[in-house]
């Protein structure tokens, strides 16, 4: 691999990373909060042998993925493959008593400082090479176990205890089929947890268990295409890639089509880590300010626990404690120029006559109307009471794209102050569509995401307004949050 390419690699990894410990120690990062009790929420495959009563995961995880190769290539064509996941590792602490014994404890200060016992992990990632684009693989990987004793002393020398590290031996299969899919080679690749003995109980499937696990893949000769915006001719292909708790998305620099990761949450192609993070903070799309701003609430003895938790916690806090005014200013809010990609357009003038009132009074532009105004698509005229389908673009999110096909009554058209077009709907067969639609509560598309249905298409009738009194005694049913 170049330098070029593995610092490529490098920058991947800081984003595959914040997948690799989402739900790894949760604010307020102390072992005595309720929800870092439940923590590894995503990418864990369990034990295939585990207990009805052990509540563990599933044990596999599969992506389907789409190359473009061309034909006689300078180089052969084939895709570098790694596994990354964490592996559990309890940390024991244990008090010496006069005999010499050792004894398992929750806690023992040392020093004047707390050592607690709790859950670690292990960052492992597993390099199964070039995979080639013809055929199908099937390697099985192991992660050794181990046991580590660190000696305890107080501040003459003497020892008063220790700290025990252990973890459970782990075993991993990967494999692999390239199938050619008219001008495309469509990649499938699986992984599942192959631990072999019989697992009892919650906390013992959790250590046999493969946490955080995503896929990392390099293209040589090869470029790999987006599955969330396939280009013309490439759409078929795409969707005949299958996924099974992993979706793949592509990674580095915009432009780029050499690496996927391969993820256990649906991310956008070519996420990045905003430059103003100064740190991980365990929560994926996490909002940096509030969350350190609240820790800089904390009491110095919650900051004392946190830092005895885990030692990305006292990092947490040390750099939340050390950071200046400047430092959090730059957390606060920032207009991006320059960069064509992420730069922020200058705010639009408004595409009426406001009559010199502010763009964004209401009373700016007094002929608008959303429940008279309509929007014209394929040649029919949609406007409040119509019917839909609705047809998500590929730029939806992951709800909408739950909405693809079901029909929708249309309860407002709305404009933007940038001449965008916004079509307010509650889907017909919702039971709870005619409480949405009396609390303003309301999905919003493109108009190019829907389709007009013919009067008299099937779908609710429009409901009648809720009773005054109603309204009066239910004073939230006349919001419109």
């Known amino acids: 691999m170049t330098r070029a390419a593995a610092a490529e690699l490098d920058r991947v990894r800081a984003v595959a990373d914040a997948v690799l410990y989402e739900g790894y120690l949760l604010y307020p990062y102390r072992a005595s909060a309720h929800k870092n009790r439940s923590r590894w929420q995503f990418g864990v495959l369990g034990p295939p042998h585990a207990t009805a009563a052990s509540f563990a995961e599933e044990p596999g995880m599969a992506m389907g993925c789409l190359l473009s190769v061309p034909p006689g290539g300078p180089v052969p064509a084939e895709v570098t493959l790694r596994l990354r996941f964490l592996q559990h590792q309890v940390r024991e602490v244990r008090r010496r008593t006069g005999d010499g014994a050792e004894h398992a404890v ?89 631990h072999a003995g019989a697992v009892a109980g919650k906390e013992a499937a ?30 078929d ?19 780029a089509t050499d690496t996927v990761l ?14 103003q993070s100064a740190g991980d ?14 820790v800089m609430t904390m009491t110095e003895r919650e900051k004392a626990e946190a830092r005895a938790t885990d030692p990305r916690a006292r990092e947490i806090v040390d750099r939340c404690d050390a950071m200046t005014p400047g430092e959090l200013q730059r957390l606060h809010g920032l207009l991006r120029t320059g960069d064509a990609r992420n730069a922020a357009p200058a705010p639009a003038a408004a595409s009426f006559d406001t009559g010199g009132a502010p763009w964004w009074d209401p009373a700016a532009d007094a002929a608008v109307s959303p429940e008279s105004d309509g929007v014209v698509i394929d040649g029919v005229r949609v406007a409040q009471g119509s019917l839909v389908r609705v047809r998500p673009a590929r730029r939806a999110d992951a709800q909408d794209l739950f909405f693809d096909g079901q029909v929708a009554r249309v309860t407002a058209v709305l404009s933007d102050v940038d001449g965008g077009v916004h079509v307010a709907l509650v889907l017909v067969d919702d039971p709870a569509a005619d409480l949405h639609d009396w609390y303003g509560r309301y999905f919003y598309f493109a108009p190019d995401e829907l389709e007009p249905l013919p009067e008299g298409g099937s779908g609710r009738p429009v409901p009648d307004p809720p009773p005054a009194e109603f309204r009066k005694e239910n004073p939230s049913c006349a919001s419109s949050d």
Do not use: K, M
């Open 237 to 255: 292909a795409a969707a005949r890639c299958a996924h099974h708790r992993c979706w793949p998305v592509l990674a580095g620099p915009e432009g």
């Open 281 to 294: 903070l365990f929560d994926s799309t996490e909002i940096d300010e509030i969350l350190t701003l609240r």
């Open 206 to 235: 959790l250590r046999v268990s493969l946490i955080g696990a995503h896929l990392l893949l390099q293209a040589r000769g090869a470029g790999f295409v987006s599955l969330r915006e396939p280009p013309d001719g490439a759409a």
């Open 262 to 275: 391969g993820a256990p949450i649906i991310l956008y192609d070519h996420p990045e880590i905003a430059e």
């Open 106 to 194: 929750p806690e023992l200060v040392v020093a004047g400082t707390s050592v607690l016992s709790w859950d670690e992990a292990v960052e492992r990632e597993i390099d199964l090479g070039p995979v080639p684009l013809t055929g199908a693989t099937d390697r099985l990987r192991t992660v050794a176990g181990g046991e580590e004793t660190e000696p305890l002393t107080d501040a003459g020398g003497v020892r008063v205890g220790s700290v025990v590290r252990r973890r459970e031996p782990l075993a991993a299969r990967v494999r692999t089929d390239a199938v050619r899919d008219g001008a495309f080679v469509r990649l499938t690749v699986s992984v599942e947890n192959e």
